[in-house]
């Protein structure tokens, strides 16, 4: 008895277990939405982008410059949000039709 006959995989869409070997191979790109900048441009995991347009920072008494530069942006399950750090600024999302890729 090999070890893969045992390997059982939990499919979250179903709700159920399947044997690993039968569960075709699914990419997350294909799943997830593009997600697009305030121009069009498709924007990943990774981009650099440009703030559009002065934005008041909830929660404290800080704005981000239009033309500010954001580094190392991560997608959400939000197709219009985008996560991002910014020194002193913890947590800060920030929608994409206020960003443009660099």
């Known amino acids: 008895m090999s070890g ?13 277990w399947h044997p690993a070997g039968s569960l075709p191979a699914v990419a997350d790109d294909e799943d997830r939405e593009v997600v697009k900048d305030a ?17 008041k920072v909830k929660g404290t008494s800080q704005t981000l410059r239009r033309g500010t530069v954001i580094k190392s942006i991560r997608l959400t399950d939000d197709p219009q949000e985008i996560d991002c750090r910014y020194e002193g600024i913890k947590g800060l999302v920030l929608r994409a039709e206020f960003v ?3």
């Open 100 to 102: 443009r890729k660099r």
């Open 39 to 55: 121009v069009g441009n498709p924007l990943a995991d990774g981009d650099s982008v440009t703030l559009i347009k002065d934005l």
């Open 4 to 16: 893969n006959e045992d390997d059982y995989v939990y499919d979250e869409a179903t709700g159920e």
